[in-house]
């Protein structure tokens, strides 16, 4: 299995809302990533996971919560977003952080928020 | 701080070789990948290079200096699904990976 799997494809949500992305791999990876990305804009960088503990924070606000519940799982929690956080959101993952490992992307979750 | 250059747009015919440049600048430099991605889909990986020199795989090959800062994407023999953004970034420490602009490659008949 080399895939990485996200759910919802699709998100739409008020202001007001408490939503959380999933991301999910099964192979064996022990890195795992966050980006954000905008329409024809390249994927920034999130977070960054390494043994399920968070090892960077790129300045991102605190209404995006990540979490890492075992080596397989990846979360997003979202709260009190703006619109201007509508965007694609990438999970991708790796087997670890330390060299040139090719980092593998999911499909995304197009997130809307109103 | 980092900067990733590499051109806006490019077209290209169907059969023919693009080279796609990207040069960087930026602190803590272990390495250029090239991705590949369609529009409206995730990335996909399509070459990395850590040493200087050329990394050759089928059609595409990919090519690193270190000393000056710059790299390029070849793709031989164009088909028309290799109409995409390609995209160029530097890997820093812990798995950073900083993304140039991107460069839309557009391969007609």
């Known amino acids: 299995d080399t895939e990485v799997t996200q759910t919802p494809k699709h998100l739409v949500m008020g202001m007001t809302n408490k939503k959380s992305l999933k991301c999910e791999q099964h192979?064996?990876?022990?890195?795992m990533y966050w980006y954000k990305q905008k329409a024809k804009k390249p994927p920034e960088l999130m977070f960054v996971y390494s043994y399920e503990k968070l090892s960077i924070n790129e300045s991102v606000p605190s209404r995006f919560s990540p979490e890492c519940p075992n080596s397989s799982l990846l979360n997003l929690h979202l709260h009190a977003l703006q619109p201007e956080d509508s965007a694609l959101y990438l999970c991708?993952?790796?087997?670890?952080?330390?060299?040139?490992?090719?980092?593998?992307f999911g499909p995304g979750t197009r997130l809307t928020v109103l | 701080g980092q900067n990733i250059d590499q051109p806006t747009e490019m077209t290209a015919t169907e059969g023919a070789i693009v080279q796609i440049n990207c040069t960087y600048q930026?602190?803590?430099?272990?390495?250029l990948f090239w991705y590949q991605q369609h529009a409206g889909e995730a990335p996909t990986f399509l070459s990395y290079?850590?040493?200087?020199g050329l990394e050759e795989k089928g059609r595409f090959s990919s090519f690193l200096s270190r000393s000056k800062g710059y790299s390029y994407l070849l793709l031989k023999e164009l088909q028309m699904k290799d109409s995409a953004s390609y995209l160029c970034?530097?890997?820093?420490?812990?798995?950073?990976?900083?993304f140039g602009q991107g460069t839309i490659l557009t391969v007609h008949p």
């Open positions: 930026t602190s803590g430099f272990n390495g």
């Open positions: 290079n850590v040493l200087d």
């Open positions: 192979m064996g990876h022990r890195a």
């Open positions: 991708a993952s790796s087997q670890d952080n330390r060299g040139g490992n090719e980092q593998f």
């Open positions: 970034a530097a890997l820093r420490s812990y798995g950073k990976l900083t």
